[in-house]
């Protein structure tokens, strides 16, 4: 059997709790095919997050636990939420794959009855990997992902991406790998404009899942503000190339792109 003292090394204790999966893939080799998904919960463990661990030959999923009561409470009025898995595609990808938290169907963004309320989803998504959001137009948030810009091992976020961070000053968590950010602001943004990925940045207000975590970042709010103003200034100085591109004639481009001189918001030039 193998126990939480094999699967964590306590390098780095963070008061965290961690969700450790055990596909039946990654056991069929082992134990024969027929085995029910594993679940292993400990408490004050090791947060060193990484996709995938090789532990004795069998590969195991690891991601941070939802902390319901950390989630801002204007997020649980809404019945936009979903459950996910982690799996990897032909092409060796990691993806996360949208379910209906109780029949376990996929999910559709343009379909609400494969959503359940926030509740729902709660009691649930221990049957999955972690819980989601889905963005869609009724709602007013804006969510900012800084991808691979924190280290697990002792929480060193990127310095460019922490003053995004702070100048947004809203609701900030882990990504469920702990290896990135989310921060959440009810703002607009213009229609162009969605990922940088050079930067590994991405900014949604519709029209996309959104794993949630509730691991909030202790040096940010643990309320969403409202953030019009930044907001539309960060997005439109992050994504400038992506809009110009997006742009279909020069009078957009006039109208959507910052005038000016554009900010140098990335000045250590490195992501961790």
């Given at each position: 059997?193998?126990?939480?003292?094999?699967?964590?090394?306590?390098?780095?204790?963070?008061?965290?709790?961690?969700?450790?999966?055990?596909?039946?893939?990654?056991?069929?080799?082992?134990?024969?095919?027929?085995?029910?998904?594993?679940?292993?919960n400990t408490h004050s463990c090791l947060c060193v997050l990484t996709t995938t661990l090789l532990l004795g030959g069998i590969h195991?999923?690891?991601?941070?636990?939802?902390?319901?009561?950390?989630?801002?409470?204007?997020?649980?009025?809404?019945?936009?939420?979903?459950?996910?898995?982690?799996?990897?595609?032909?092409?060796?990808?990691?993806?996360?794959?949208?379910?209906?938290?109780?029949?376990?169907?996929?999910?559709?963004?343009k379909s609400p009855v494969t959503w359940v309320d926030f509740k729902t989803c709660m009691k649930f998504h221990y049957n999955f990997?972690?819980?989601?959001?889905?963005?869609?137009?009724?709602?007013?948030?804006?969510?900012?992902?800084?991808?691979?810009?924190?280290?697990?091992?002792?929480?060193?976020i990127n310095p460019d991406i922490m003053n995004l961070v702070n100048q947004l000053n809203s609701y900030t968590e882990l990504s469920?790998?702990?290896?990135?950010?989310?921060?959440?602001?009810?703002?607009?943004?213009?229609?162009?404009?969605?990922?940088?990925?050079?930067?590994?940045?991405?900014?949604?207000?519709?029209?996309?899942?959104?794993?949630?975590?509730?691991?909030?970042?202790?040096?940010?709010?643990?309320?969403?503000?409202?953030?019009?103003?930044?907001?539309?200034?960060?997005?439109?100085?992050?994504?400038?190339?992506?809009?110009?591109?997006?742009?279909?004639?020069?009078?957009?481009?006039?109208?959507?792109?910052?005038?000016?001189?554009?900010?140098?918001?990335?000045?250590?030039?490195?992501?961790?």
């Amino acid at each position: 059997m193998v126990t939480s003292e094999l699967l964590f090394r306590p390098i780095n204790i963070i008061q965290t709790n961690i969700q450790v999966k055990i596909s039946k893939i990654s056991l069929s080799g082992y134990f024969g095919s027929n085995l029910n998904n594993v679940y292993i919960n400990t408490h004050s463990c090791l947060c060193v997050l990484t996709t995938t661990l090789l532990l004795g030959g069998i590969h195991m999923n690891t991601f941070l636990e939802v902390v319901r009561k950390n989630i801002p409470s204007p997020l649980r009025m809404y019945d936009q939420w979903v459950c996910w898995e982690h799996e990897t595609n032909q092409q060796g990808e990691n993806i996360k794959n949208y379910k209906h938290a109780i029949r376990e169907s996929s999910a559709s963004l343009k379909s609400p009855v494969t959503w359940v309320d926030f509740k729902t989803c709660m009691k649930f998504h221990y049957n999955f990997d972690g819980a989601g959001f889905v963005t869609t137009h009724n709602d007013p948030f804006i969510f900012w992902i800084f991808d691979d810009c924190r280290d697990p091992s002792n929480g060193e976020i990127n310095p460019d991406i922490m003053n995004l961070v702070n100048q947004l000053n809203s609701y900030t968590e882990l990504s469920p790998t702990g290896t990135g950010l989310k921060t959440i602001v009810v703002g607009k943004v213009i229609k162009y404009g969605r990922r940088n990925d050079y930067q590994h940045i991405e900014c949604y207000d519709s029209k996309q899942f959104i794993p949630l975590t509730g691991n909030h970042l202790e040096e940010t709010p643990k309320r969403i503000k409202e953030r019009f103003s930044i907001t539309d200034t960060l997005h439109r100085n992050i994504f400038f190339n992506q809009i110009e591109r997006e742009c279909e004639n020069s009078l957009e481009r006039k109208y959507y792109l910052p005038h000016g001189p554009r900010p140098d918001l990335f000045k250590s030039n490195s992501l961790i």
